[in-house]
């Protein structure tokens, strides 16, 4: 398998992406009603069962994406304990950071993944749709709805780049997985973002328009990670009897 996000080439086989599609779509909207209803003692548990999720879902992928996934999941906790426990930039409900977030950031890839395979053969309208809709959720949130989200549109400029220079379905997948998920969590009260970003003082919606660029960001840096251990493995040798 020669590309890191194999889209194209999973069309043939498409049940693996419906199975993890539809599992994480189910999980996500059961696991976060049902965190609305326990304490810590049951995020925990939650915690756990999330990460049985992941760990089945991934036995369906193949090993780049299995490391690409568990990258993201690396990545985005540390992401998560800055953006959250020390910036400020958004809370959770018990004022923690909840057990099933690092697994779900894995889950949310899986779904981003899933999404841009099941739309391998109109790939290009996939990029389309998710470009036009992170451009006029921007644009909304910058001139026409009741709260100004700057920074959400600055966020939103940053993947309409993105998508131009990368053209990679899988961006645009992870752009539609986590608008929705941000929609649903922050109605839910799962989590709230800040009104203002703490130190700018730039104004964001709750969620805010370019919460995606996060997401995209992770991935990015899974990508480069693996690109890098790829190139370090292949490096000759160097013997003493060079």
């Keep these: ?20 599609l539809a599992t994480v779509s189910v999980w996500t909207v059961g696991g976060l009603w049902l965190d609305s209803h326990v304490g810590a003692s049951g995020q925990l548990a939650l915690g756990l069962l999330t990460a049985c999720v992941l760990a089945g879902l991934l036995l369906l992928q193949s ?30 409900r018990l004022d923690n950071l909840p057990a099933f977030v ?13 999404l841009a395979t ?6 290009s309208a996939l990029l389309v749709a998710a470009a036009a809709l992170a ?20 966020g939103c400029a940053f ?25 649903y969590g922050t109605a839910l009260g799962t989590w709230t973002w800040a009104s203002t970003v703490p130190g700018l003082g730039l104004s964001q919606g ?23 251990l790829r190139g370090s493995l292949r490096r000759p040798l160097v013997t003493a009897a060079k």
């Design 1 to 20: 398998m020669n590309r890191l996000h194999p889209a194209g080439e999973a069309a043939t086989v498409p049940r693996p992406a419906v199975i993890t």
């Design 63 to 92: 090993p780049d994406i299995r490391f690409l996934a568990l990258g993201v999941v690396a990545i985005a906790t540390v992401g998560e304990v800055v953006g959250s426990l020390i910036w400020g930039l958004y809370g959770y």
């Design 102 to 114: 690092p697994p779900g950031h894995g889950l949310v890839y899986l779904a981003g993944v899933s």
């Design 118 to 123: 099941l739309c391998a053969s109109r790939s």
């Design 135 to 154: 451009g006029v959720w921007g644009l909304a949130g910058a001139f026409v709805l009741p709260v100004t989200d700057v920074a959400g549109a600055i």
């Design 159 to 183: 993947l309409l780049v993105v998508f131009a220079r990368t053209r990679q379905p899988v961006y645009a997948g992870v752009f539609v997985v986590v608008a929705v998920l941000e929609l």
């Design 206 to 228: 709750n969620p805010p328009s370019g919460v995606a660029s996060g997401y995209v960001v992770f991935d990015v840096l899974a990508l480069s990670l693996l690109a890098w």
